[in-house]
């Protein structure tokens, strides 16, 4: 029933304003003047003045869904600790959270006493306060910092108050309350450690003493000793026999933390290990694409002087006059493109970069690599080239391929110093190539070739070697998935094997080499020759 000057609108009461005036004709509750000046001066209401329309209110916030922000500070507040220990944090954590429960309780129940019973009849009343301000004691102790010694208050607060409950009630008067008396001692072993679980259990053996005291004092013959006895004693056991397990699971704890420490720790050393063999890898790398600039700059510059005079040979032959001008075009363009192949791999190879997988086709590099490889051995060495057709796709770094092939064409001219004969052949498989490289050098002993694969072991001078290009190869094997074989015996030469697995089985297209197999140092097809070294 709305009161009288008042208008009802949605069951809230209104008052009529001062200067408000009703629209003829309009539904009941539409107003202008007073309540729409009204309406717009409280916040969270909007009101229609539209004839026939029913006024309306946005909701406000409500209160029983605070703010995201608001839990999100609750929550940093109770996460604002000056305990670093994880697993102090933790248990600190757990303890506020008792103690404001228990204080929280205490409190009510002091509020519920005085509201039914009045504060003339306090009873317990006292003890509740007294507990409740303990509690909240401990509770600032821990927030501030004192993490072990909020927890040892906690303690002996309950074995107080368990004593004196012993000491008011004995006994047998509360068998049902022997599991509420161990609480303390789970506490001191989860909160404080081993040596707190065994002092614990000492004073819950006191305070059962004396509850078992106060009973022996009220008992009138001799089997209600006895049974007081009997009670003491069962009760003593219960708590030995948990403090031993508490012990054994507390020491196991410890042993299970410590390992994990130490595993974290050895985790940690493993990943530093692995980060500076990575990044001494690198150097290595780096190191050994320097060297292989040196050992590839005077082929360079030699084949540099043979595309320059091919190209002022062609600019200036008075036998070109009467050729067509794209003829002469395409040879200068042709020797051109030779020349920017060299650049770009020598480029290549002065730049550090991080491992790059992708798939190519096998074959296809190694005819690439021709201008790189052949300008390496001496007028005095024959090279034999018997690459297959296109179709040996493999999944591995291209440059490092390109590397791993520069280092062992470099030990093989190194060891025909007067001359001999390198081959390199590929013969695919189904599910590998296998790359056979061959000289007729020096060779190895025993010895020497045990040690192949070592970094920085060289046979060379100092100052020609670093040592490290074997190394280079046999990691780039291992990254790729694949294997690598070497026979050498002293002057019978080497033999090495490469296999690297195919991304799929190989298909032969077309045949990348001539009939003849063997090539000169300018990377032009010839027929198969020898020339005296010097």
């Known amino acids: 029933m709305a009161a009288p000057n008042s208008t009802a609108v949605r069951g809230h009461l209104f008052p009529d304003m001062p200067g408000e005036r009703r629209i003829a004709g309009a539904g009941k509750g539409s107003v202008v003047g007073g309540h729409e000046s009204f309406c717009r001066r409280m916040p969270g209401r909007r009101m229609t003045a539209n004839a026939g329309s029913r006024p309306h209110r946005t909701p406000a916030m409500n209160i029983f869904y605070p703010p995201r922000d608001l839990w999100q500070r609750v929550i940093g507040w109770i996460k604002r600790m000056p305990i670093h220990a994880p697993q102090d944090r933790r248990n600190a954590l757990m303890l506020q959270t008792i103690l404001a429960i228990v204080g929280t309780a205490a409190l009510v129940m002091v509020f519920s006493s005085y509201a039914f019973t009045g504060i003339e009849a306090q009873g317990d009343t006292w003890v509740a306060v007294a507990i409740g301000a303990y509690a909240w004691l401990c509770f600032h102790l821990s927030r501030r910092g004192l993490y072990r010694l909020s927890a040892s208050l906690t303690v002996i607060g309950s074995l107080l108050l368990i004593g004196a409950s012993y000491y008011v009630y004995g006994l047998q008067a ?43 004092r009220h008992a009138t013959n001799i089997p209600g000793t006895s049974g007081v006895l009997s009670d003491l004693l069962l009760s003593s056991m219960n708590f030995l026999v948990l403090a031993v397990i508490l012990d054994r699971l507390i020491r196991s704890s410890q042993r299970a933390i410590e390992r994990s420490q130490a595993l974290d720790a050895a985790c940690m050393e493993l990943k530093r290990e692995i980060e500076e063999k990575e990044l001494a890898y690198a150097r290595l790398l780096q190191t050994q694409r320097m060297e292989a600039i040196g050992r590839l700059s005077a082929g360079a510059a030699h084949d540099f002087n043979n595309i320059l005079s091919v190209i002022v040979g062609l600019a200036t032959s008075p036998h070109l006059k009467g050729n067509p001008a794209d003829s002469v075009l395409s040879r ?34 190694i005819d690439e690599m021709r201008p790189l490889i052949l300008p390496m051995f001496h007028r005095g060495i024959r090279v034999s080239l018997d690459i297959p057709p296109p179709g040996l796709l493999v ?24 001359g001999g004969h390198f081959t390199l052949s590929v013969d695919p498989s189904e599910n590998q190539a296998l790359i056979r490289m061959e000289d007729t050098g020096s060779g190895m002993p025993p010895d020497v070739l045990a040690r192949l694969f070592e970094p920085f072991f060289t046979t060379k001078p100092k100052g020609e070697g670093t040592g490290i290009g074997m190394s280079i190869v046999h990691r780039f094997v291992a990254d790729s998935g694949g294997e690598l074989e070497v026979d050498s ?46």
């Open 174 to 216: 509360q068998p049902g309350l022997l599991m509420i008396h161990l609480m303390p001692l789970l506490f001191a072993g989860l909160l404080l450690g081993r040596s707190a679980v065994w002092w614990t259990a000492l004073a819950n053996t006191v305070a059962l003493a004396i509850g078992a005291w106060v009973d022996i």
């Open 395 to 418: 999944e591995t770094d291209h440059e490092e391929f390109e590397l791993a092939l520069l280092n062992i064409v470099s030990n093989a001219c190194d060891a025909m110093p007067q």
């Open 332 to 365: 200068i363009r042709r020797a051109a493109q030779r020349g920017a192949v060299i650049t770009r791999r020598l480029l290549s190879f002065s730049r550090t970069q991080v491992r790059q997988v992708s798939v190519f086709d096998l074959a296809e590099a």
């Open 489 to 534: 015996s002293p002057e019978r030469g080497t033999r090495i094997h490469l296999r690297l697995p195919l991304v799929k089985p190989y298909a032969p297209e077309e045949r990348l080499d001539d009939p003849t197999g063997a090539y000169d140092k300018s990377g032009e097809a010839c027929e198969t020759r020898t020339v005296a070294a010097g």
